[in-house]
T-cell receptor, first 116, second 115 residues
Framework: AQKVTQAQTEISVVEKEDVTLDCVYE???????LFWYKQPPSGELVFLIR??????QNEISGRYSWNFQKSTSSFNFTITASQVVDSAVYFC?????????????FGKGTRLSVIA | DTAVSQTPKYLVTQMGNDKSIKCEQN?????MYWYKQDSKKFLKIMFS???????INETVPNRFSPKSPDKAHLNLHINSLELGDSAVYFC??????????????FGQGTRLTVV
């Protein structure tokens, strides 16, 4: 069975601090996809990144970076120099690669508060 | 142009009523979904449709009936609403490209409040 665990329920940081959001996943598939979504206070779900299980390269996009480690089944998300606009709930999600497009299994989310 | 749009954004109704939420995507995706987000922000899949065909129905009460008139639309009808149905409902769509799952795009959500 697939499962995503985000152990950090809430994190609070001061602006300009770096912060890492943890994500650990479980799956029996050898091919799967990992995602991060952001849900700001306005409520919409914003896609941030997708990572394929066969591509372990880390990725950086501006202040955002992602560390994918199959050995520890983790897909952590780091925000450097955090800003107040980063305040949101962040979800890690997993999709297994069975036939067709399988739905996302979400973690319970981490609420990040960035204080000015 | 909004990629995935759902209406209404807010829905307040009394117990026992029947209501519908509409969803449309203009991305040309083959797969559409309904997710439910509860008061603790937990997101869970309810239904998955591929080319108008029901693929996944995740232990959802049969008071919930999705309908897909074409692959760009997936509506959600709820009969005999109960207090516990209060939640935010998200529609989403995605595509398989080159055998690889792509990201799901979500609508803005419908906040359903049953009183």
């Amino acid at each position: 069975a697939q499962k995503v665990t985000q152990a950090q329920t809430e994190i609070s940081v001061v602006e300009k601090e770096d912060v890492t959001l943890d994500c650990v996943y479980e799956t029996r598939d050898t091919t799967y996809y990992l995602f991060w979504y952001k849900q700001p206070p306005s409520g919409e779900l914003v896609f941030l990144i997708r990572r394929n299980s066969f591509d372990e390269q880390n990725e950086i996009s501006g202040r955002y970076s992602w560390n994918f480690q199959k050995s520890t089944s983790s897909f952590n998300f780091t925000i450097t120099a955090s800003q107040v606009v980063d305040s949101a709930v962040y979800f890690c999600a997993l999709s297994e690669a069975v036939s067709g497009n399988t739905p996302l299994v979400f973690g319970k989310g981490t609420r990040l508060s960035v204080i000015a | 142009d909004t990629a995935v749009s759902q209406t209404p954004k807010y829905l307040v109704t009394q117990m026992g009523n029947d209501k519908s939420i509409k969803c449309e995507q203009n991305l040309g995706h083959d797969t559409m979904y309904w997710y439910k987000q509860d008061s603790k922000k937990f997101l869970k899949i309810m239904f998955s449709y591929n080319n108008k065909e029901l693929i996944i129905n995740e232990t959802v009460p049969n008071r919930f009936s999705p309908k897909s008139p074409d692959k760009a639309h997936l509506n959600l009808h709820i009969n005999s609403l109960e207090l516990g149905d209060s939640a935010v409902y998200f529609c989403a769509s995605s595509q398989v490209i080159g055998g690889r799952n792509t990201e799901a795009f979500f609508g803005q959500g419908t906040r359903l409040t049953v009183v």
